[in-house]
């Protein structure tokens, strides 16, 4: 039996900047762009990869300028359109050296087929993403840091927005859920998944500067809540600048991990 999602679709955002979300009401897929080009962060499950090419139109862009089509980590979740993306797009497919083999191969090569998630149609990797590379599309830059723990090679994105005259420094966090550690889902070691190299790349982001923080999933850095925000208010600064949500956030789920940790170990 193959595990269901339980999900739509919906319509495509912009939160700010140059920043657009083109995923549906479970995960997050985000689009940066410019007038040399886009940069699309993960691809949501199977299926979902027509929907999020319809969305990147709709908001007027085309797939085809598609530069770089960057993996935060291998679920199923956010490489389950990759392959398809790469093909209708043309982009060149970046991922975490160690999060490569699971893009690569099919479920059961991975061993993940033990996790009964759909199946996700391989895609091969063009580029290897390392602590400290920059994708770069015109004024695009995105500087890569390695936050293991989620999958082995799970990545994150530092980036710069501006707002309204002002500049702020940003992060897309790849591969934040404890889910994979609960004891029923100890098969998610396949991806490397673990419990302590997740909480020092948590710790480590605390050192980061973060006005901004998305994540792939909304009801981590709560992007719907934060749309609402925007657009039932005229707030002067706009509600995904959010310093403190992503100190709390942070504090708090490194305190879930541990307990966690705390549990297993017993
Ligand atoms: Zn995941």
């Given at each position: 039996?193959?595990?269901?999602f339980?999900y739509?679709?919906?319509?495509?955002?912009?939160i700010i900047?140059?920043?657009?979300?083109?995923?549906?009401?479970?995960?997050?897929?985000?689009l940066?762009?410019?007038?040399?080009?886009h940069?699309?962060?993960?691809?949501?499950l199977?299926?979902?990869?027509?929907?999020?090419?319809?969305?990147?139109e709709?908001?007027?862009?085309?797939?085809?300028?598609?530069?770089?089509?960057?993996?935060?980590h291998?679920?199923v979740d956010?490489?389950?359109s990759?392959?398809?993306?790469?093909?209708?797009?043309?982009?060149i497919v970046?991922?975490?050296k160690r999060?490569?083999?699971?893009?690569?191969?099919?479920n059961?090569?991975v061993?993940?087929?033990?996790?009964?998630?759909?199946?996700v149609?391989?895609?091969?990797v063009?580029?290897?993403?390392?602590?400290?590379?920059?994708?770069?599309?015109?004024?695009?830059?995105?500087?890569?840091?390695e936050t293991?723990?989620?999958?082995?090679?799970?990545?994150?994105?530092g980036?710069?927005?501006?707002?309204?005259?002002?500049?702020?420094?940003?992060i897309?966090?790849?591969?934040?859920?404890?889910?994979?550690?609960d004891?029923?889902?100890r098969?998610?070691?396949?991806?490397g998944?673990?419990?302590?190299?997740?909480?020092?790349?948590l710790?480590?982001?605390?050192?980061?500067?973060?006005?901004?923080?998305?994540?792939?999933?909304?009801?981590?850095?709560?992007?719907?809540?934060?749309?609402?925000?925007?657009?039932q208010?005229?707030?002067?600064?706009?509600?995904?600048?959010?310093?403190?949500?992503w100190?709390?956030?942070?504090?708090?789920?490194i305190?879930?991990?541990?307990?966690?940790?705390?549990?297993?170990?017993?």
């Open positions: 039996m193959v595990k269901k339980d739509e679709q919906r319509e495509p955002f912009k900047d140059n920043i657009f979300y083109v995923g549906s009401t479970f995960v997050s897929c985000w940066f762009t410019s007038k040399d080009g940069v699309l962060v993960d691809t949501g199977p299926g979902d990869g027509t929907y999020i090419a319809k969305h990147i709709q908001l007027g862009f085309s797939v085809g300028d598609i530069k770089y089509i960057l993996v935060t291998p679920h956010h490489i389950g990759l392959a398809y993306l790469k093909e209708r797009t043309g982009a970046c991922a975490g999060d490569v083999f699971f893009i690569e191969n099919d059961k090569v061993g993940s087929d033990v996790l009964e998630l759909p199946e149609e391989p895609c091969k063009d580029r290897m993403l390392r602590e400290g590379d920059r994708i770069e599309v015109g004024p695009i830059s995105l500087r890569i840091y293991p723990g989620h999958s082995a090679g799970a990545t994150s994105f980036f710069q927005v501006s707002d309204q005259g002002k500049e702020y420094a940003a897309l966090y790849g591969g934040f859920g404890v889910n994979v550690f004891r029923e889902n098969k998610h070691n396949v991806y998944a673990n419990i302590d190299m997740y909480i020092a790349s710790e480590r982001a605390k050192n980061f500067d973060v006005d901004l923080w998305l994540t792939g999933h909304w009801f981590f850095d709560r992007t719907f809540e934060k749309l609402e925000i925007m657009e208010q005229n707030e002067i600064i706009n509600p995904f600048i959010d310093p403190d949500g100190n709390s956030f942070l504090t708090n789920h305190n879930e991990a541990k307990e966690l940790r705390k549990e297993i170990s017993v």
